[in-house]
């Protein structure tokens, strides 16, 4: 073999083992969770930090207070080393779940700041990538609270297996110093058209419907929201229209409010806050 052809191999080879180190699973090593207290997950193994997260303070979500005060608790003790639950917050739109979990991470970091809580949000697109992420974030340091948000399965879809493998079972269990909350406006995650499918379908139905519905019981709160009543959607128009400081006339603000919703078809915490970014721009007030 000629000098150059010897040249060219070496090359390709060279470009061959540098393309396979490229997409080789990452080494099982402690993520670095030190840049930031929020963080969004990104196939296959990158944690994007947020440096600004979007959220509302936790005095400002109204008419969910025993919803509140259970996530709170629960989160108040992960975050000081002591046993957890799953959680999943499920029910109606708008009424602020979401938001809860980012407002009770801040809130505990504020209440226990030695515990420095971290904050990942994994994308429901990415739930197949759950168990390599759990394995990933056992070997941190930090508490952490893995978050997905609008979490739900449609007919045929069975990235749900890994999600309850994880949450629960194998033979590594969840790790300590994890734990799992999520979001959906179903209670078991799964749509009433496909566990009826598959009762119709199975040889067994019980154990087919069993199968689905046990998804739910992977989590140790569930933790339920229901549409707010029209005080309790005043109550929270008056909240924000407070905290941001917009100039208005209680009587005013309470019409437009009324109209608001009406227009709308709905009375959620999602509406009032939209209500009150509409009001604030009409006079002049910049909501910071």
Request: aromatic share 8%.
């Amino acid at each position: 073999m000629d000098i150059h052809r010897q040249q060219d191999l070496e090359s390709t080879l060279s470009r061959i083992a540098a393309a396979l180190e490229r997409i080789a699973p990452a080494p099982d090593r402690a993520p670095d969770l030190s840049t930031a207290d929020c963080f969004v997950f990104e196939p296959p193994m990158t944690l994007r930090p947020v440096q600004q997260v979007s959220r509302v303070p936790i005095s400002l979500l109204t008419g969910i207070d025993r919803a509140r005060d259970i996530l709170l608790t629960n989160t108040k003790r992960f975050a000081e080393g002591l046993p957890a639950n799953n959680a999943l917050l499920w029910g109606a739109r708008g009424m602020g779940k979401s938001s809860l979990v980012k407002a009770a991470h801040a809130e505990v970091n504020a209440l226990v700041p030695q515990a420095a809580l971290k904050l990942i949000e994994i994308h429901r697109e990415d739930i197949d990538h759950l168990p390599a992420l759990m394995g990933f974030l056992r070997e941190s340091p930090c508490r952490i609270v893995l978050f997905c948000d609008d979490l739900s399965f449609d007919h045929d879809d069975t990235s749900y297996k890994s999600l309850k493998a994880v949450l629960d079972g194998g033979v590594e269990g969840r790790p300590r110093n994890v734990v799992f909350y999520a979001t959906s406006n179903r209670r078991h995650l799964l749509p009433r058209s496909m566990m009826e499918n598959e009762q119709s379908t199975a040889i067994s139905p019980g154990e087919a419907v069993e199968e689905k519905v046990s998804l739910s019981d992977r989590f140790g709160l569930w933790i339920g929201f229901h549409a707010c009543s029209q005080d309790e959607y005043l109550a929270m128009v008056d909240g924000y229209l407070a905290a941001y400081a917009v100039p208005h006339d209680a009587q005013d603000a309470r019409r437009a409010a009324l109209e608001w919703y009406t227009t709308r078809g709905s009375r959620s915490g999602r509406v009032a806050w939209q209500f009150v970014q509409d009001y604030a721009a009409e006079r002049g007030h910049v909501i910071d």
